[in-house]
């Protein structure tokens, strides 16, 4: 490890890391943000790599200083991905030759197609350069799609040890096609977010390779878990914060509330978020005549998020497909009970009864009932079940507790053990 700066008062040179992600910073992944900085405040210098910019404004103020931390690879343009390629070929052609190699057998599994994977390679071409410039001894990226794909090419072209983190529900849904069985066998390590997620692992690779699987929970924000749970607003508010996109449920959330309408039950909804499906939601609501109880508030800073929370009665998240929603923890942090559905990784966090309420994914009924009940349970009932949803995430996600985890893994593939 000589060479890597020294941390002062510590007695060990701080380890010289970076993280790959496909957009970063980006508006839903806060996480990965509190993530890096909990690992900085270890003692790890972090690199933050992102293949493209976010395509959104960014909102949060933590999101805008992060952008002026991070490089972006297709910042490089065509020839700025051609030119490394064409010096790998000449410094190293039979790595390059492994890794093309690599990336035909990956573009021929992959519904994206061999041209993409080419382009990922000239991105693992760009990487393998800023790594070796910057001294990186280990590299981690978010998510088992192209990231960890340009995070194997990059190993192939001789570059630093990887692993990743796999989040869903893509993976799980499209592990042949991305290649996840080979993706895993090339990396140090690879972690999940959820025990649902880690037995979604162990299907796809053989038991030797388990060792490798590692759970590390998403932290909350310190700004949600210091507070500690808050008096539950004595209002009918729900808010559900989240893309607005077909997985997330919004559409079935919209006719479970116009249920509720026709018999004349009272309420708010807040969608919190942005997303493709904004237009077919608006139009949703104006055909169901719910305008003057539903509002959208399109992308919002984290602080915001924080304050939809504090104001409503519970979180409601009708997904189809997850992996364990982020807001959900912030959700109980903040002492705010939630409804949400039997998917992935979710009942681990949500007891039903005990924490929240969980409900068959795809069940406009049973959504329906649920929202009215939390709406006509007594406030005390309802403080009584988000204190005992932020002890939960207070115990399972500590942001620093799961960074240690991951830094414990990081030392370990540095080592080689």
Request: charged share 20%; with cysteine; proline share 6%.
């Amino acid at each position: 490890m000589s060479g890597a700066p020294l941390d002062p008062g510590r007695a060990e040179p701080r380890l010289n890391i970076a993280y790959l992600v496909n957009q970063y910073p980006h508006v839903s992944h806060t996480f990965i943000r509190r993530e890096i900085v909990a690992l900085e405040a270890q003692g790890l210098t972090v690199h933050r790599y992102s293949i493209r910019p976010s395509p959104e404004e960014l909102v949060d103020p933590g999101d805008r200083e992060e952008s002026l931390k991070t490089r972006v690879v297709l910042k490089a343009g065509a020839m700025g991905l051609l030119l490394p390629l064409l010096h790998a070929a000449l410094t190293n052609f039979r790595a390059l030759f492994a890794a093309l190699r690599a990336t035909v057998r990956l573009g021929l599994r992959s519904d994206r197609g061999l041209l993409r994977h080419l382009a990922y390679l000239g991105e693992a071409a760009v990487l393998i350069r800023w790594l070796r410039a910057d001294k990186i001894r280990h590299l981690h990226a978010h998510f088992g799609t192209n990231p960890a794909a340009v995070a194997m090419l990059t190993r192939i072209l001789g570059g630093p040890s990887y692993s990743f983190t796999v989040h869903g529900p893509e993976e799980f849904d499209h592990p042949v096609e991305l290649s996840l069985r080979e993706k895993i066998a090339r990396a140090a390590g690879v972690v999940v977010v959820s025990d649902f997620g880690r037995s979604q692992i162990y299907r796809w690779i053989p038991y030797p390779e388990w060792r490798k699987v590692r759970v590390v929970h998403c932290g909350v924000d310190a700004t949600f878990l210091a507070a500690g749970p808050q008096p539950v607003a004595d209002n009918r508010r729900l808010v559900c914060v989240g893309r607005l996109t077909e997985q997330k449920g919004q559409i079935l959330l919209l006719e479970a509330t116009a249920a509720l309408a026709a018999r004349g039950v009272s309420f708010e909804l807040v969608l919190a978020g942005d997303g493709p499906m904004r237009e077919v939601i608006e139009e949703r609501i104006r055909a169901l005549g719910l305008q003057a109880q539903v509002r959208i508030t399109g992308w919002i800073s984290n602080d915001i998020v924080r304050s939809e929370l504090l104001a409503a009665r519970a979180l409601v998240l009708p997904s189809f497909a997850e992996g364990l929603p982020v807001v959900l923890m912030e959700a109980l942090a903040l002492g705010r009970p939630a409804i949400s559905t039997y998917v992935a990784g979710i009942p681990e966090l949500i007891q039903d009864g005990v924490t929240g309420w969980l409900i068959p994914a795809g069940s406009v009924d049973a959504l329906a009932q649920s929202i009215e009940r939390v709406l006509e349970t007594p406030g005390e009932t309802l403080a009584r079940i988000g204190a005992a949803g932020a002890a939960a995430v207070a115990t399972r996600h500590d942001a620093n507790r799961e960074a240690a985890r991951l830094g414990e893994l990081f030392r370990e593939a540095i080592s080689g053990i």
